[in-house]
Nanobody, 115 residues
Framework: QVQLVESGGGLVQAGGSLRLSCASSGIISGINFMGWYRQAPGKQRELVATLTSGGSTYYGDSVKGRFAISRDNAKNTVYLQMNSLKPEDTDVYYC?????????WGQGTQVTVSS
């Protein structure tokens, strides 16, 4: 059974940094990509960043140049380094992995950026 556990969220001042982690388990092979999404109450879930199994990355326009996605295969963990945070980055951040076309989600971690 695929499980994703996020950590690293919290409260930070504008201009600060946070690093989110997502530890995965139950995945033997077949990962299409891993990524991070975010969602505010009443809004659609927004793609933040993805990292394919081949190492290609994609970033949403609002985070380009500020966020970076990476992974540690030995730890089965994907990270999201968030720099120059803005109040509009305040959201619940979700880790996601697509395995053989099936999307799995973590439980989410709150990121709050104060002005």
């Amino acid at each position: 059974q695929v499980q994703l556990v996020e950590s690293g969220g919290g409260l930070v001042q504008a201009g600060g940094s946070l690093r989110l982690s997502c530890a995965s388990s139950g995945i033997i092979s077949g990962i299409n990509f891993m990524g991070w999404y975010r969602q505010a109450p009443g809004k659609q879930r927004e793609l933040v960043a993805t990292l394919t199994s081949g190492g290609s990355t994609y970033y949403g326009d609002s985070v380009k140049g500020r966020f970076a996605i990476s992974r540690d295969n030995a730890k089965n963990t994907v990270y999201l380094q968030m720099n120059s945070l803005k109040p509009e980055d305040t959201d619940v951040y979700y880790c996601a992995v697509m395995v053989r076309g099936i999307m799995y989600w973590g439980q989410g971690t709150q990121v709050t950026v104060s002005s």
